[in-house]
């Protein structure tokens, strides 16, 4: 026959596996939904820095459109030049955009950086004596601007250039 106090010994460790075994099951589960929330957000930083990025591509590549047709001296006809402003606003549209990401997503410097790149872009327009000078003057602030995103977006997300 078994003794009561080799039952209770008994149950006792078995009561003691449980607790462990359920200890070890919640720091896993804890410690996996961390890392999985730690991911889903440096995607999203990632999505969001992407996103700002080729709106700013959009609107450097529209830049060069126009200054290539002032260069070869050919006329755009009326449908480009409103396909080509539609696809400039639409960057603007989406700097403009990320502007209310950036308290979320972004950090400080970058929610400066939106703010003041719209501004930038408008006294290089009011400052430039021609349209020329306009538009380079607009495309070096989307470059500087662009890679002043990239370094910190890389910084940020651990990504090396």
Request: no cysteine; proline share 1%; charged share 20%.
């Amino acid at each position: 026959m078994i003794s009561a106090e080799t039952v209770i010994l008994e149950v006792g460790k078995i009561i003691l596996q449980l607790a462990g075994a359920g200890l070890i099951g919640w720091f896993g589960v804890r410690w996996a939904l961390g890392r999985y929330k730690l991911e889903k957000t440096w995607e999203r930083r990632l999505g969001a820095y992407t996103d700002l990025l080729a709106a700013i591509t959009d609107m450097q590549r529209v830049l060069s459109t126009w200054q290539n047709a002032i260069e070869t001296n050919r006329d755009l006809d009326d449908e480009e030049t409103i396909a080509l402003r539609a696809q400039y606003d639409a960057g603007l549209k989406g700097m403009s955009q990320s502007q209310g990401l950036a308290g979320l997503l972004f950090p400080q410097a970058i929610g400066d950086l939106l703010h003041k790149l719209p501004i930038d872009l408008k006294n290089a327009s009011y400052n430039a004596s021609t349209h020329w000078e306009a538009m380079d003057n607009s495309w070096g602030i989307l470059r500087d601007g662009k890679i002043e995103i990239v370094a910190i977006a890389q910084a940020e997300l651990g990504i090396r250039s």
